[in-house]
């Protein structure tokens, strides 16, 4: 067909994997006015519990750029800027998320004290002792059995 300007096919063709190669080389450091801080939990929305370099627990916001591409979870190394205007000294936003071996070479050089920990390969599962090494459940005895027993307390001393 003459003119056909798709000739390598449909949907599928364009849905191709995008490669991306991340570089550890460069990444941004603490200029003035910038700390180093570590995922304490989140707080809900857009907002989380830092600890920063200075020892000092802040409240950090995720800003619009990092919204829905970077997901930031406890533990994880980040840099934040205080803010300026605000009154008070507790609330700081999110410039940029270390990955785990920025956050070593940060580390090695001295520039955080955090300990660095591995994130992305931990297990939920791992050491629970819910499943035996040869992949066979066993019983756990912390969990109370209830199905056809009576209930340990009595509703008439209620």
């Not at 991340?22 to 519990?49: C, M, R």
Request: contains cysteine; aromatic residues 8%.
């Amino acid at each position: 067909m003459p003119g056909k300007s798709n000739i390598k096919g449909g949907k599928k063709h364009k849905r191709a994997k995008k490669t991306t190669t991340t570089d550890n080389t460069h990444f941004p450091t603490a200029e003035e006015g910038q700390l180093y801080a570590e995922v304490i939990k989140k707080l809900g929305g857009l907002w989380l519990s830092v600890l920063c370099s200075d020892d000092v627990v802040r409240q950090a916001f995720i800003r619009g750029a990092l919204r829905k591409t970077i997901w930031i979870h406890p533990a994880d190394i980040l840099l934040v800027s205080c803010r300026d205007f605000a009154a008070n000294d507790n609330k700081c936003d999110i410039i940029y998320k270390y990955t785990t071996g920025q956050a070593k070479q940060l580390s090695a050089s001295g520039a955080i004290k955090f300990e660095i920990k591995e994130t992305e390969n931990d297990s939920i599962w791992e050491n629970s002792g819910a499943v035996k090494d040869d992949g066979e459940f066993e019983e756990v005895s912390n969990v109370p059995k209830t199905i056809g027993q009576q209930p340990a307390f009595n509703f008439d001393d209620i």
